[in-house]
C-alpha cells in the first residue's frame, strides 16, 4: 500500500528542478512566466511556458498547477484519498478539456475517502483561469 502512495505523490508531486534559484515571475493571468517564446509550449526545462494563454486545456491545467492554483494542488497532491482523484482527471480528463461524465469516472477515490472538495479546489481553480479550454466538472455531482 505504501508503495502506491509514494507513486502517487511522485507524480503529482512538484517536477521543477531547482534551476531558477527561487525567482518566479508571474504573467498578467496569475501563471508563471517562462522566459521561452512561442507560445503555450514546452520550455527547453520541460515546463510550459506560461508567459501566453495557453491554447489548449492540458497545458492551461499545467500552467495553473504551476502558478495559480499551486496552493490548492498541492493541498490535494500531498492528500493520499485526494492524490489518485486528481492524478486520474489530469491523465484522463485534461487531454480532453475535462467533462463531467469523465470526472465521475475520476471521482471514486476521493468520494469514498470524503475528500473531494479538495479535487473540486483545484478543478474549480483551473476552471476560473481556463474557462474557455477546460470544461465545468465536480467531483460531488
Not at 492528500?79 to 467533462?99: H, M, Q, R, W
Request: aromatic fraction near 6%; glycine fraction near 10%.
Amino acid at each position: 500500500m505504501r508503495r502506491v502512495w509514494f507513486a502517487l505523490l511522485i507524480g503529482c508531486g512538484d517536477s521543477s528542478d531547482g534551476d531558477s534559484a527561487g525567482a518566479t515571475t508571474t504573467s498578467s493571468t496569475g501563471m508563471p512566466a517562462e522566459s521561452s517564446s512561442g507560445g503555450a509550449s514546452m520550455s527547453s526545462t520541460g515546463a510550459p511556458a506560461c508567459d501566453v494563454p495557453p491554447v489548449d486545456c492540458t497545458t492551461c491545467w499545467e500552467c495553473a498547477q504551476l502558478g495559480a492554483c499551486k496552493a490548492t494542488y498541492d493541498a490535494c497532491a500531498s492528500n493520499f484519498e485526494c492524490a489518485g482523484s486528481l492524478a486520474c482527471i489530469d491523465y484522463k480528463c485534461v487531454p480532453d478539456g475535462i467533462t463531467q461524465a469523465c470526472a465521475d469516472q475520476c471521482c471514486q477515490n476521493c468520494a469514498e475517502h470524503f475528500t473531494c472538495s479538495f479535487v473540486d479546489a483545484m478543478v474549480t481553480c483551473v476552471e476560473e483561469l481556463c474557462s474557455e479550454l477546460c470544461g465545468p466538472a465536480t467531483c460531488t455531482g
